[in-house]
């Protein structure tokens, strides 16, 4: 094991948590002297203490003890594409990266279709839209909105949202959403769009 790389993954972890040593150490029952010297790779931790100090981060211990992904390749043949009822098809185009909640979907609505309302996500979600061929009526909340071709919206994703073609031709738009974690269980949706 490479302490030096396992105490950079600690202390990031922490550090990006906003986390002091003490309120880790409170955190995880593991003392601040001993989180300093993992984090300084001058001591090789037990796996029960790495355990505690993944449970105090919250993190899984695997997140730990492994270099976090640096690049992902999803060929075209390995794009997941679904066909949802009513006719229209998304494709996910992001490669899955394990803790980044980011998706970026390719979508087309044949024309008259309703693609459905999807409830909120988390607050602090975000989502950009980008209609490539068509048009795409939006239902945000209360408020509807068209985008045509070459149109591309942002919107804080905490907000009901409808999808629909009410036009005569396909209509094509990518989504992009980072999405935050849901604060209550069943509180997110599925990937929408």
């Not at 270099?67 to 075209?76: D, F, G, H, N």
Request: net charge neutral; aromatic share 6%.
């Amino acid at each position: 094991m490479d302490l030096a790389a396992l105490g950079r993954r600690v202390q990031a972890a922490r550090t990006n948590r906003g986390m002091t040593l003490q309120a880790l150490a409170d955190r995880s029952a593991v003392s601040v002297s001993m989180l300093s010297a993992v984090e300084r790779g001058a001591k090789a931790p037990t796996v029960v203490v790495l355990d505690r100090i993944a449970d105090g981060l919250g993190l899984p211990l695997t997140d730990l003890l492994t270099e976090p992904v640096r690049m992902v390749v999803r060929r075209a043949a390995d794009q997941d594409v679904v066909d949802e009822p009513g006719g229209w098809q998304r494709t996910i185009l992001t490669p899955v990266v394990p803790g980044v909640n980011f998706e970026w979907i390719r979508s087309t609505l044949p024309p008259g279709c309703e693609a459905g309302t999807y409830p909120p996500y988390a607050a602090g979600s975000h989502e950009f839209l980008y209609v490539q061929q068509g048009l795409l009526t939006l239902t945000i909340d209360e408020q509807t909105l068209e985008l045509g071709e070459g149109d591309s919206l942002y919107l804080a994703a905490d907000v009901t949202l409808s999808y629909a073609n009410r036009a005569a031709t396909p209509c094509t738009y990518y989504v992009a959403a980072l999405i935050m974690r849901s604060r209550l269980p069943g509180a997110g949706r599925r990937s929408r769009g």
